[in-house]
């Protein structure tokens, strides 16, 4: 099975002031697997709307779905996939899904993004599009002794 609480809840702050609160909650749990859903939300309490700046600094959902290889008793892996969808706080939107595995010696994952957003102008003759297509990539390890993971990754 897996372990800790079925809810999570966290709230931060950064340097800037600026906040992020976010929810994790495990929606089925059978013992081999696990489905769970996640949001947040980016907010900047000080923002200057007369600066156009956004009381929304992001906002984004994702669903994942973890289950093991073989029997639960002995198994050495564990799969993991997941569907994402997120937005800034100019509202540039991208989807995202991945894969990955993780086993006692080491953990993996891979995806792929794709921003949803339609270019806009940004200044006379300027204009931007976020989030074209993106991939990217993780890999890590546990270190029991020092109770740590260590991961790198390129995007």
Do not use: C
Request: charged letters at 20%; proline letters at 3%; glycine letters at 16%.
């Amino acid at each position: 099975g897996y372990v800790g609480g079925n809810t999570r809840i966290g709230i931060g702050v950064d340097t800037e002031l600026k906040g992020k609160a976010d929810v994790s909650h495990v929606i089925r749990d059978t013992g081999s697997s696990a489905t769970i859903g996640q949001g947040y939300v980016g907010f900047n309490p000080s923002a200057d709307k007369a600066l156009g700046e956004e009381s929304l600094t992001g906002a984004g959902a994702k669903l994942s779905h973890h289950w093991v290889s073989g029997d639960p008793n002995t198994a050495t892996s564990v799969n993991k996939v997941f569907g994402a969808y997120d937005q800034n706080e100019l509202k540039d939107k991208k989807a995202t899904v991945g894969y990955g595995q993780e086993s006692e010696a080491m953990f993996w994952s891979g995806h792929v993004s794709k921003g949803l957003s339609e270019v806009r102008t940004v200044a006379p003759g300027v204009n931007a599009k976020a989030y074209d297509l993106g991939v990217g990539g993780r890999v890590g390890t546990y270190l029991p002794n020092q109770q740590m993971r260590v991961q790198g990754g390129l995007d």
